[in-house]
DNA sequence: AAAGCAGGCCCAGCTACACT
DNA sequence: AGTGTAGCTGGGCCTGCTTT
C-alpha cells in the first residue's frame, strides 16, 4: 500500500450497499446478508434466519455494552472473591517449614470447593468447569498424559455473558471497593478507564 | 468444490474539541 | 450556538485460508 499510483485513472471506490442490521446467522459468519427474510444465505444453508430485536428505544449500543458491562463486573467480583478465598485458604493451612518456605504462588493451590453447587440455577450449566491453566512447575518427575490438577472451580461458562449474570443464591461477594485504575504508561489502562466512565455516564 | 471460519478492511454514526 | 474537523467505535462483509 505504498505506493500512490496516480498515473493510471482509478474510478471512485463503489460504495458498498450495507443493510441495516445483519441477521444473527450472518454475523456469526461473517458473510454478506442482504436483509430479508429468510436471507440468502440462511436460505442456502438452510438455517433459521433471525434478526436482533432490540427496541429502537433502547440504543443498540448501550444496550449491549450495558450488558456486557455488568456481566464482566459480577464475573470479576467473582473471580476476586475466588482468589480471595485460595488465598486465605492457603494462608491458614500452609505449615510454614524450610521446606515448603517459597513464594506461595509458586506452590500448587488447595482443593478448591465451589460455593454451593446445590444451588446452581437453572440456567447455569452444571456440568461445566473451568480448569485453571497450568501452573510452572520447576521439577515435575518424568509425566506421562495431561497434567493432573486437584483444583476445580466452577465459574459461569464465558458464553453466560450473553444475560446478565446472576449470583448463585447463597453467595456472597466479599465488599469489595470500587474499580479503579492506575494510570501506567505504556498500557491500556487509560482506554479501560475512560471506557468504564463513559458507560457510567451513560447507566 | 463447497461450506465454514476468522482476520481485518471499510464506513456510518457518534463525540469531543477548536474555531467563529 | 453553529460549524468544521479529527478521532473513535461498532458492525457489515470482503477475502484468504481451512475443513469437509
Do not use: W
Request: hydrophobic share 25%.
Amino acid at each position: 500500500m505504498a505506493t500512490d499510483d496516480r498515473s493510471t485513472p482509478i474510478e471512485p471506490r463503489k460504495k458498498r450497499t450495507k443493510i441495516v442490521s445483519a441477521c444473527n446467522e450472518c454475523r456469526r459468519r461473517k458473510t454478506k446478508c442482504n436483509g430479508e427474510q429468510p436471507c440468502k444465505s440462511c436460505l442456502k444453508s438452510a438455517v433459521e434466519c433471525l434478526y436482533p430485536t432490540i427496541s429502537h428505544a433502547e440504543d443498540k449500543r448501550n444496550h449491549l455494552n450495558r450488558i456486557a458491562l455488568e456481566a464482566i463486573e459480577h464475573r470479576l467480583q467473582t473471580i476476586e472473591h475466588l482468589l480471595h478465598t485460595l488465598l486465605q485458604g492457603q494462608l491458614s493451612t500452609q505449615p510454614v517449614t524450610p521446606a515448603n518456605s517459597k513464594p506461595s504462588s509458586l506452590a500448587a493451590p488447595p482443593t478448591f470447593t465451589a460455593p454451593s453447587p446445590n444451588a446452581t440455577p437453572k440456567n447455569r450449566h452444571p456440568t461445566s468447569t473451568f480448569h485453571s491453566p497450568p501452573l510452572p512447575r520447576h521439577s515435575s518427575p518424568p509425566h506421562s498424559g495431561p497434567p493432573v490438577y486437584s483444583h476445580e472451580l466452577r465459574l459461569p461458562p464465558i458464553q453466560d455473558l450473553d444475560t446478565p449474570y446472576k449470583p448463585t443464591a447463597g453467595f456472597h461477594p466479599p465488599e469489595l471497593s470500587p474499580l479503579t485504575f492506575s494510570h501506567t504508561q505504556n498500557d491500556d489502562s487509560h482506554v479501560l478507564l475512560s471506557f468504564r466512565k463513559r458507560k457510567l455516564s451513560d447507566l
